[in-house]
């Protein structure tokens, strides 16, 4: 349990090398990914607890990362509350919710129906995943799963959401109220499955003024994560193109920040003396090549203490990254020497 470098970074423990993982590296870019994705749906892959394991440790029988991600997707475990979506390849939500009405007729569900195939492919991937490999439980936070459900679908800047939260603000309290029930009980089962640390995936964090994002969602996202903290399982907060709330991000309960490229996660490193900083390499350069990856790692790895840092990058994989450039990637933070 105590040679997971994950765990040890997220408190911040001396570690003889930093850990890396890559947000999406479960599916997308690798080829035997789609060759699974030829005969099975995402639907399929993912609701299947034995496919879905076997997808989660793919990226690990390539490359030595020290963590493994459930497969599944933010969308998993909204059936359970009513929602019916599909991805197209983005989710798209039969009955976008824009009323009272909408909210009201969310189910509460028992902990136990939510995504029980997902909580059944941690406790598999747990079992098989090698005891230095961390098991990453996740969940969307309550902002961007209502960025899906009240816009419908990935929308730039999701203009429906915002006038919404500026037309109907006691309705998003109810609707985000929900969806923070809902997702505590969630990561907590996946952390009874033997999930040993979780992400807090809040994609669509930036919408909002500061201002309004204290009123209209840090309650929610506070609750959520003091809820789930009292397991002791760590908890790392994913806020993308935030720049105005990062400050605020991190004083949330999280035991470590994960930060997209865009921002100087050194400094913020500085600044937060009591977190974990988790990024930040953009994806694209990974498109770049071996030689651009290799270099941003290295700037990278001179820039951040190793103490508390997690090697990652500022967003998921993208779909067409040369397989090369993870390698590169792997190889230049493996060559580290930690004194
Ligand atoms: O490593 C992994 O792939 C882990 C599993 C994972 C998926 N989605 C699988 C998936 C994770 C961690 C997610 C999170 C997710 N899903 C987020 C938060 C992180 C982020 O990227 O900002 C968001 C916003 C979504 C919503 C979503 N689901 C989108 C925008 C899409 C479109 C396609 C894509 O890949 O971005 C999906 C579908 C989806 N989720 C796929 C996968 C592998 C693609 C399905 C396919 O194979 O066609």
Redesign the pocket.
Known sequence: MNDKLMLKALTREHVPRRPLW???????CLPE??AM?ETH??KA??GSPKLAAD??LL?LRRYPFDAA???????SPLPALGVQFD?A???VVADPIRSQAGVDALRDPDAECLAPEVIETVARVREIAPDDVAVLG?C?APW?LAA?LVEGR?VKDFPTLRAFAAAEPGVLDGLLAKLSTAMADYLIAQANAGADAV?V?D??AGLLSLADWERLIRPHLQRLLDTVGETGVPRIL?V?NAPHLLDAYAKLPAEAISVDWRTDIAAAQRRWSDRAVQGNIDPAVLLGGEDATRRAAQDLLARVETRGHIVNLG???L?ETPLASIGALVEAVHREVVP
């Open positions: 890559i947000m999406r590296q479960a599916g997308r990914y789609r994705r749906s995402f892959l993912s997808v989660s990226p991600i459930v497969f599944a997707d933010i969308m991805f390849p983005g989710p996740f969307g961007t899906y990935g992400q995936f994609s669509w994913f993308q967003h998921g994989l779909p």
